[in-house]
């Protein structure tokens, strides 16, 4: 009986640490895939990559007239307070979240016309600076 509780335990902690987001540093690049979220050091601050919506970019394989664009939803999570941001690979501009900017630096994968996107399936290169 002893053991099994010792097991169940170890089994929560474990579950428990996995949830824990990845910390990482002002003015470096970090990757997430939709639905995840990493912690700033030092900081209570986590940035989450919702997912996208919308991607009209031209394929790699094809001539468009114009470039196309994609909306990247982010939130900036600061305990109870949770504010939503929407960047776009378009223009690559960056968002102002108090003395935080925002980048995004890639959308991974770049569309083919013969391989359709899943929404699991992108990645967000981010990078927050002060």
């Given at each position: 009986?002893r053991?099994?509780?010792?097991?169940?335990?170890?089994?929560?902690?474990?579950?428990?640490?996995?949830?824990?987001?990845?910390?990482?540093?002002?003015?470096?690049?970090?990757?997430?895939?939709?639905?995840?979220?990493?912690?700033?050091?030092?900081?209570?601050?986590?940035?989450?990559?919702?997912?996208?919506?919308g991607?009209?970019?031209?394929?790699?394989?094809?001539?468009?007239i114009q470039?196309?664009?994609?909306?990247?939803?982010?939130?900036?999570?600061?305990?109870?307070?949770?504010?939503?941001?929407?960047l776009?690979?378009?223009?690559?501009?960056?968002?102002?979240?108090?003395?935080?900017?925002?980048?995004?630096?890639e959308?991974?994968?770049?569309?083919?016309?013969?391989?359709?996107?899943?929404?699991?399936?992108?990645?967000a290169?981010l990078?927050?600076?002060e």
């Open positions: 009986m053991l099994a509780l010792l097991f169940g335990a170890l089994l929560v902690l474990t579950a428990c640490d996995e949830a824990t987001a990845p910390t990482v540093f002002i003015n470096q690049k970090f990757t997430l895939a939709p639905g995840e979220q990493a912690r700033l050091a030092g900081t209570t601050t986590d940035i989450a990559f919702d997912g996208v919506e991607d009209s970019r031209c394929p790699a394989d094809a001539i468009c470039g196309g664009d994609a909306l990247v939803k982010i939130r900036v999570i600061e305990g109870s307070r949770k504010t939503s941001y929407d776009h690979p378009g223009d690559m501009k960056p968002v102002a979240h108090d003395n935080l900017t925002i980048a995004l630096v959308l991974a994968p770049y569309p083919f016309s013969t391989s359709p996107i899943t929404p699991g399936d992108y990645r290169t990078k927050v600076t």
